[in-house]
């Protein structure tokens, strides 16, 4: 299995799916914060562990990581990375919080991020299972403040067993002419990433 010489039909279905998730995404936040996100065109990829850690900005970066186990037709791992700048933005716009320690957060605080990451992994989640036409049943988030290393290492150790590849969707989300951004990774089990990879064409060499 190949996943590297992906034909451009196959990088458009994977770019599709991106659109179809973020998308889901932005109509739920917007909903969140009734007020209007905009949306750019996602990055989607397939990616190794030091990949990964470039697109959130090195392995040094701190990060807010909301971590998903799923089950059902596809198991696998889902991560959900966000900038220390997106966290406060969310905490800011939800609660009115401005006081806020990343290393020490309140219930409230610790409560409003995870729904949030809830909202948005179940919409990238919705896309992903409508595409593959598979159950899929996230379990309930954790949340860690870390750096971007520390928080890819417990999720993404068991790519080495996949050929050290997972689905990443980068989304940036607009409100009010400011940017926030999240990172969405998608780490299936070995049976699960053949499986998937089977709805983009590329079959077992």
Known sequence: MN???LKPMQIDLLKELGNIGAGN?????????????????PE???VS????????????QVV??????????????????????????????????KNIDFYNLDSYQTSAISEIGNMLCGAYLTALSNF???????????LSVDMAE???????????????VALLIKTTFTHE????????????????FEKLMGYFGVANE
């Open 3 to 5: 996943i590297y010489s």
């Open 25 to 41: 995404a932005a109509t739920a936040l917007s909903k969140i914060i009734s007020n209007k996100i905009g949306l750019s065109v």
């Open 44 to 46: 989607v990829s397939l």
């Open 49 to 60: 562990f030091q990949e990964a850690l470039e697109f959130v900005g090195g392995e040094d």
């Open 64 to 97: 807010a990581s909301i971590y998903f186990r799923v089950e059902g037709s596809l198991p696998g791992n889902i991560l959900l990375m966000l900038p220390l700048e997106t966290i406060k933005f969310i905490l800011e716009y939800l609660l009115n919080d």
């Open 132 to 142: 593959t036409q598979q159950n899929m049943y996230p379990s309930v988030p954790a």
């Open 150 to 164: 520390a928080a890819l290492s417990l999720p993404l150790i068991q790519m080495g067993e996949m050929g050290d």
């Open 177 to 192: 002419g400011k940017d926030v951004s999240g990172i969405f990774f998608f780490i299936p089990e070995i049976q699960s």
